[in-house]
């Protein structure tokens, strides 16, 4: 664990209805680190992700953003913030080419078109995407997209990157490529909140891991500890992680 | 987009010009009619452009803001003697300050919910214009006579000034709107229409963003009132409030191509011109022919060309090239 607390959440609640989708969640995340959300569908991730990012108001419980607390702040002013996100399903923008779509986000920091233009066009050669500059986000492979949904947010120019399933469905050599960029997107200064399936990737990158089933965190930790846990293997692991 | 090429610019001096002088050429009154009300019409659909096509605010109400420009520099000018040239800025802006109001509650409504919202306050306006003495009710209001000149707003022996301040508010119109479209404006508009979520999530207020474009498209929609009013000097509610406005607005927009600068013009040449020559040609027997010739061209566009002509002349543009 490292240095001060980038993100702190404490004791998040969020009922819809009668289901209680998250209950009463506290972690931190410190500057700098990776930290993974893990657990099955439906434990309660993507409501958590929510409620930290504005999409939705959890019932009760807070969140501070470098001990700001950002609990009942609207969606684009978390944004604003330094948070960024990216979505389960991968959304671009489909009228637009890559470098537009990636614009779209450059112009949160910068108004002039042609700084935006140049920032974003940095930002694809970060991401690896610069090739693809001027084809429309739709005919982009699936790897490429979700290569260009971390660009999208990496243009609004976050402190904290938290990406919602960005490596689900991709080949072992996709899978490759976007650990490699998201190391490289830590070193520039990002820390990162990953929700995430593939375990692979969760191993490979995480300083730490917090396992959420049915709306409750049970264990956090590093990501070696978390695959001995009796507990989350139970919960999650299945056989596989089992040795 | 944002980038043109000399041959487009030079396309486009072309056309400028060649429209400067139609009237040093074709004579006649009726052709010059034709005109102005294409001008008017593309000014219109390039305003809802902005809302319809870039930011999926399918506005259906377009002719409340058009009535209030007309009904509000009429009134200062009878009422108060107010020069209609300032009565047409207080116009637009009563436009969009109730665009905004009506935006507010709105902005959260997506696609087909905003239209059917926009039909009701339409038509709430209407009903109100129809029943409120002070602005004529459903009799309607005679303007003023002023003596004629460019201060005035008015001309009396001639249609060609009444042509070129309509051209002028056309390029006005194109000119803010292609500003928009290559600036911050434009691509977090386009944002939102893909998807709330993601506007959201890139940082865009989109209610702030939203409320923008309701207001500009209703001071340009105001404007084109204002002129209408001053143009026919006669109005009521059923010359400017009407739901055939709005949906004449919609159609020109969507058969030229929505989210084109360019396309609600190309679609006003298209239009404009056969209803206004169906009317003269087929009289009071052909009430309506436009409407159904309207109606064929749209489907045959929607079901072969979703992005209208301009679409179909891009397209074949890059098939040449």
């Known amino acids: 664990m490292s240095g001060a607390a980038c993100l702190e959440v404490q004791g998040i609640t969020k009922r819809f209805g009668g289901l209680i989708a998250a209950d009463d969640v506290s972690f931190r995340v410190g500057e700098g680190e990776i930290v993974s959300i893990i657990g099955p569908n439906g434990a309660g991730k993507s ?49 637009m080419t890559v470098l537009e779509n990636v614009m779209t986000g450059a112009y949160l920091r910068d108004y002039t078109p042609r700084v935006v233009r140049e920032k974003a066009e940095e930002i694809l050669r970060f991401t690896g995407l610069i090739e693809r500059r001027d084809e429309l986000g739709p005919d982009l492979t699936i790897a490429d997209k979700k290569r260009l949904e971390v660009a999208m947010a990496l243009a609004t120019r976050p402190e904290l990157l938290m990406l919602d399933e960005a490596m689900a469905g991709l080949t072992p050599v996709e899978l490759r490529d976007i650990i490699a960029l998201l190391r490289k997107v830590r070193e520039s200064g990002v820390t990162l909140i990953i929700v995430e399936h593939v375990m692979e990737a969760v191993m490979e990158l995480s300083d730490r891991v917090v396992v959420i089933n049915s709306g409750r965190k049970i264990v956090e930790g590093p990501p ?20 | 987009m944002g980038k043109f090429t000399p041959r487009q610019i030079a396309l486009y001096v072309v056309i400028l010009v060649a429209l400067v002088a139609f009237p040093l050429v074709v004579k006649g009154t009726f052709p010059t ?11 219109m659909g390039v305003a809802w452009n902005l809302l319809g096509g870039y930011a999926a605010m399918f506005s259906f109400g377009q002719a409340a803001f058009f009535g209030i420009g007309a009904y509000t520099s009429t009134i200062l000018l009878m009422n108060y003697h107010v020069n209609p040239w300032i009565g047409l800025v207080v116009g637009g802006v009563l436009a969009a300050l109730t665009g905004a109001a009506i935006g507010m509650p709105c902005s959260n409504l997506r696609g087909h919910y905003f239209a059917i919202a926009s039909i009701a306050f339409a038509e709430i306006v209407r009903i109100c214009f129809n029943n409120w003495k002070f602005v004529g009710a459903a009799e309607g209001l005679s303007l003023p006579l002023l003596p004629e000149s460019l201060g005035n707003f008015m001309f009396h022996t001639t249609k060609v000034p009444y042509y070129y301040i309509m051209l002028a508010f056309l390029v006005l119109s194109i000119f803010i709107c292609w500003y928009i479209t290559v600036n911050r404006g434009g691509f977090y508009l386009r944002a939102i229409k893909e998807s709330h979520e993601l506007a959201k999530g890139m940082g865009i207020s989109f209610v702030r963003y939203r409320l923008y474009a309701i207001m500009i498209s209703a001071f340009l929609t105001a404007m084109a009132g204002t002129f209408y009013a001053q143009y026919i000097l006669y109005l009521d509610p059923e010359s400017v409030l009407i739901l055939p406005i709005s949906v004449q607005v919609v159609l020109v927009a969507m058969l030229g191509g929505a989210g084109t600068i360019m396309g609600p013009v190309i679609g006003a040449v298209i239009l404009i011109p056969l209803s206004e020559y169906t009317r003269v040609w087929l009289g009071t027997k052909g009430t309506g022919v436009d409407m159904m010739l309207y109606g064929v061209l749209i489907m045959l566009i929607s079901a072969y060309q979703p992005k209208g002509v301009w679409g179909l002349l891009t397209a074949i543009g890059k098939r040449a090239k």
């Open chain 1, 224 to 243: 070696a500890e978390i695959v001995r846990n009796p507990e989350v293997i139970q919960a999650y692991l299945g056989e596989r992680y089992h040795a």
């Open chain 1, 47 to 95: 409501t958590l992700f929510n409620c930290i990012t504005g999409f939705y108001r959890p019932n009760a419980g807070r969140v501070f953003f470098r001990g700001k607390d950002i609990t009942r702040y609207s969606a684009h002013r978390i944004c604003k913030l330094g948070i960024a996100r990216t979505f389960q399903i991968v959304q671009v923008i489909s009228d």
């Open chain 2, 33 to 43: 009619h034709v005109m102005i009300m294409f001008f008017m019409f593309a000014m």
